[in-house]
């Protein structure tokens, strides 16, 4: 199998460390940049990684272990964010996004997953099958996107 | 003018952070994967960057203040890294890439440009005149643009 669990979690661990490091205390104008309408901004991306900590990825690792009939993930809530962060700032969302993440690499680290389990499947509503190697990998590749679209962000304001 | 030198700053002096948060202590295949024959790993970029603060943004920023008749930039040498890096690990790359930008930020910070700086020209090479205010531009997205390259070559290594 060509997927490594602690290489994952070696990325997985440092993305609000990077994250931190570009953003905080930047002024206002960068963090709500976006891409014109209906793109999001670096403050609506940490919104929607929060939501992706508390309901994508480890509860849908947790339905392809589970002993359960129906393996079929929830669908995943592209706009909970919007409400969700409403009244926070940035920095909160950052301190909340580490505490999560902090949370389930802890709970991946304590799974120790073994050939088995990566090659369990579950049901991606959008996708159908996926192996939770699989699944572990595009949580990987899903912050690396984020945080190359928030860096090209970044872009000084005109 | 829509160009903030402070606002350029802002990004510019967080780089060796991002970088360093990004790359420090990875397994060492991630930090040398590359995107197949004839392009860069993380390590080839950090020396890239090490040879652009000495070569590029700052002199060529000096050229363009100085009283010179001719104010052609010198070439910039993109391959300099392969020499220049040779025997170094990544954590010294990281550490001289940081104190070298702190450097030249202080340098930046003490010329006070004003609105008559920024509007002064030089040559480039291939693209002919640029004002100070392209320059200073064309750095911080310089910065962006490689901080999403190697964000996504942070893929786990197969």
């Known amino acids: 199998m060509n997927f490594s669990v602690s290489k994952s979690i070696e990325i997985l661990e440092r993305t609000p460390t990077v994250l931190t490091a570009m953003l905080q205390n930047l002024s206002p104008g960068f963090t709500s940049n976006n891409e014109g309408a209906d793109t999001w901004s670096a403050y609506d991306i940490i919104g929607h990684l929060i939501h992706g900590e508390k309901t994508d990825w480890i509860p849908r690792m947790e339905i392809i272990l589970s002993g359960k009939q129906d393996k079929t993930f929830e669908p995943f809530d592209r706009f909970a964010q919007f409400e969700n962060s409403k009244g926070k700032s940035l920095e909160q969302l950052l301190d909340e996004f580490k505490t999560l993440r902090q949370k389930n ?20 509503p959008a996708f159908g099958e996926v192996t939770l190697a699989q699944l572990l990998s595009a949580w990987t590749i899903h912050d690396l996107n984020h945080i190359a679209q928030i860096s090209h962000w970044r872009r000084p304001p005109a």
């Not at 690499?105 to 499947?121: F, G, P, Q, V, Y």
Request: charged share 25%.
């Open 105 to 124: 690499m802890e709970l991946l680290h304590a799974k120790k997953l073994t050939e088995n389990d990566l090659a369990a499947t579950g049901i991606h």
